[in-house]
């Protein structure tokens, strides 16, 4: 699976934006698929996980009840919208298929798209 990710941008802490990951492949729809992010100087961690039905997702503590992921499996795409930003949510963002409890990624990274927050 080959995976674009695309909306970031530059906000102000308290905004909203969408970021979008289209995969390529036959196989996007049986996945789960998940976000990550890595702040400057910091590993990359995880940040929201969906089944490849949509029915059921997980969120790391830190976003919950801000962040929403979610897919369209007809257009192979994968969406995490983002309410409610602080600074510190601030980082490369990128997309994966994952699997097991643990939503391990094994997929091939993309580039990843940049989300500055400005307080």
């Known amino acids: 699976v080959r995976l674009v990710e695309s909306g970031g941008g530059s906000v102000q802490a308290g905004d909203s934006m969408r970021l979008s990951c289209a995969a390529s492949?036959?196989?996007?729809?049986?996945?789960?698929m998940a976000w990550f992010r890595q702040a400057p100087g910091k590993e990359r961690e995880f940040v929201a996980a969906?089944?490849?039905?949509?029915?059921?997702?997980y969120y790391t503590d830190s976003v919950r009840g801000r962040f929403t992921i979610s897919r369209d499996n007809a257009k192979n795409t994968v969406y995490l919208q983002m309410n409610r930003l602080k600074p510190e949510d601030t980082a490369v963002y990128y997309c994966n298929a994952v699997r097991g409890s643990t939503w391990r990624p094994f997929g091939s990274w993309g580039q990843g798209t940049q989300v500055t927050v400005s307080s």
């Open positions: 492949g036959q196989s996007f729809i049986t996945y789960s």
């Open positions: 969906i089944t490849w039905t949509g029915g059921t997702t």
